[in-house]
């Protein structure tokens, strides 16, 4: 089966920058496209960035010049570098993938979540 596996979260001051990993592991034959999204206390989960295998790029506009996705494809794993963090980037954020296990159709798989938390 495939995992995805979320590393980098913790707790920030305002201004400050953080990145966070997601790793894939399993049976994978080709991945798709990758992404972040986050959800804070009381909200819907938001796609905050996502990125396809040929490298285009797509921001939600609340960090858009703030954070930056990038990906590894021979690592399977998906980055995000988040800079001039604010209060209201705190949250869980989940890492997603559409991942082909060899069976010709891809799967969107979910991370754990790992906590961001930006306060002084």
């Known amino acids: 089966q495939v995992q995805l596996v979320e590393s980098g979260g913790g707790l920030v001051q305002p201004g400050g920058s953080l990145r966070l990993s997601c790793a894939a592991s399993?049976?994978?034959?080709?991945?798709?496209?990758m992404g972040w999204y986050r959800q804070a206390p009381g909200k819907q989960r938001e796609l905050v960035a996502a990125i396809t295998s040929g490298g285009s790029t797509n921001y939600a506009d609340s960090v858009k010049g703030r954070f930056t996705i990038s990906r590894d494809n021979a690592k399977n794993t998906v980055y995000l570098q988040m800079n001039s963090l604010k209060p209201e980037d705190t949250a869980v954020y989940y890492c997603?993938?559409?991942?082909?296990?060899?069976?010709?159709?891809?799967?969107?798989?979910w991370g754990q979540g790992t906590q961001v938390t930006v306060s002084s």
């Open positions: 399993g049976s994978i034959f080709s991945i798709n496209a």
């Open positions: 997603n993938a559409g991942i082909d296990s060899g069976s010709y159709y891809y799967e969107y798989y």
